[in-house]
């Protein structure tokens, strides 16, 4: 009879401990879901914020990134950024921040530059 009871103390203590363990995951899953939905927000604010301020972005667009290197207030900046990284990155891309549309790339490492059609 006493060593029931007993086996009945660990069941109950091995319950209580794996309900902890579930309940921390939980907690954990619900923590890490969070963040990653407020970083979104931030990223996707601050490009808005960015996009009414105007300005343009250079990328590196490839197979393996696409990520922003760095923005500038005008035209001239982001061609001579372009300019400069070229001769080593066939794959920068010069897009205007108010319109989206891409200005200039390094294509060749040449730097061309993309005009209106009209």
């Given at each position: 009879?006493?060593?029931?009871?007993?086996?009945?103390?660990?069941?109950?203590?091995n319950?209580?401990?794996?309900?902890?363990?579930?309940?921390?995951?939980?907690?954990?899953?619900?923590?890490?879901?969070?963040?990653?939905?407020?970083?979104?927000?931030s990223?996707?604010?601050a490009t808005?914020?960015?996009q009414t301020?105007?300005g343009?972005?250079?990328?590196?667009?490839?197979?393996?990134?696409?990520e922003?290197?760095?923005t500038?207030?005008?035209?001239?900046?982001?061609?001579?950024y372009?300019?400069?990284?070229?001769?080593?990155?066939?794959?920068?891309?010069v897009y205007?921040?108010?319109?989206?549309?891409?200005?200039?790339?390094s294509?060749?490492?040449?730097?061309?530059?993309?005009?209106?059609a009209?």
């Amino acid at each position: 009879m006493n060593s029931l009871k007993n086996n009945n103390l660990i069941y109950n203590k091995n319950m209580k401990l794996e309900l902890r363990i579930f309940i921390c995951f939980i907690i954990t899953v619900i923590c890490v879901m969070y963040s990653n939905h407020s970083y979104s927000n931030s990223e996707e604010k601050a490009t808005i914020i960015q996009q009414t301020v105007g300005g343009f972005e250079i990328r590196i667009q490839n197979d393996y990134d696409n990520e922003r290197l760095e923005t500038t207030q005008t035209l001239d900046e982001a061609l001579t950024y372009l300019k400069r990284y070229s001769v080593y990155h066939e794959d920068l891309f010069v897009y205007d921040l108010v319109t989206g549309m891409q200005v200039a790339s390094s294509a060749n490492g040449s730097g061309v530059i993309y005009t209106d059609a009209n």
